[in-house]
């Protein structure tokens, strides 16, 4: 199926690289205008946009760091200018300062709350300004699975992720009436500069755990995000869609 979100605004926050890059294409593919985020990598970001519109599309780049709010409220403005109201609002936009609790630094815990949780709530907050008029709005989480399962040196990785769910659940009750959904996708472990950094060793390890014997790909999330962003799904809120291989069930 192609064009389902023809024309709509589409914000993916995090979408210079990785999974949400691979998001921004594909809600490009089904005619989305697609607003990129990203916070330094400036050449990727560019690449993602003339990728899209190399295949037809509408893509536009904008350079805001999520968790910090007066950048998220220009980046806002400036797309409503450019593309519209932003109609879907993927919060993408990830870090992980992974080490074992007890070395753990402040600032590793700080930065990864500030960029997971404060960056979805500011620009969730943002969001609703327009998808309150509108009656109509679709917010994407991306969550993880170890904000399910928890995970020996994530401690304030995983505590991001876990928020993530009670903030989409929270969400989805208060917006529902006003025709707002929100869901989160809850990733395995995918193949992208993230999870690059691990050591063979960790990610056999993982393989052993995996039920579906492969890691994921981008797509595969892209695919879940493109369906939670049509209206497809549009009798669904407040719910996670778990795509990991079946390492956790
Ligand atoms: N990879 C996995 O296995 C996996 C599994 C489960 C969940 N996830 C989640 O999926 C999401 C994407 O992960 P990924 O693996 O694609 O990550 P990635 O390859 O490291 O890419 C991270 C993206 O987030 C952007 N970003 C970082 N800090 C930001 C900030 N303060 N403001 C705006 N953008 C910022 C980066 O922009 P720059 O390029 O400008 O730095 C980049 O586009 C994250 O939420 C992650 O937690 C990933």
């Known amino acids: 199926m192609e064009n389902m979100l023809k024309d709509k605004v589409a914000l993916v926050t995090g ?15 089904q005619g989305a205008k697609v607003a990129i985020n990203y916070s330094s990598s400036d050449d990727a970001a560019i690449e993602v946009c003339e990728i899209i519109r190399k295949n037809g599309g509408t893509a536009e780049i904008f350079k805001a760091k999520v968790n ?31 080490n074992l609790l007890m070395r753990m630094k402040t600032e590793e815990w700080d930065n990864v709350i500030d960029v997971n949780l404060k960056g979805a709530f500011l620009c969730t907050r943002r969001v609703l300004k327009g998808m309150m008029k509108a009656r109509y709005g679709k917010i994407i989480n991306i969550s993880s699975v170890v904000g399910f399962s928890g995970n020996a040196g994530q401690f304030n990785y995983s505590a991001t992720k876990a928020g993530i769910i009670g903030m989409t659940k929270s969400a989805a009750l208060e917006l529902g009436s006003r025709g707002i959904r929100v869901n989160a996708v809850a990733p395995g472990f995918i193949e992208t500069d993230m999870t690059a950094v691990l050591t063979d060793e960790v990610k056999a390890a993982y393989m052993e755990k995996i039920p579906l014997k492969a890691l994921g790909k981008v797509e595969d999330i892209a695919n879940a995000v493109v369906y939670l962003a049509s209206p497809l799904s549009d009798y669904m809120t407040g719910q996670t869609l778990h795509l990991n291989g079946g390492l956790y069930l």
Do not use: Q, Y
């Open 15 to 29: 979408a210079s690289r990785g999974i949400g890059k691979a998001i921004a294409i594909a809600l490009a593919h």
């Open 68 to 98: 910090v709010e007066e950048e998220v409220d220009s980046m806002f403005a400036a797309i409503e200018e450019k593309l519209g109201s932003v109609e879907i609002l993927v919060n993408n936009a990830g870090i992980t300062k992974d």
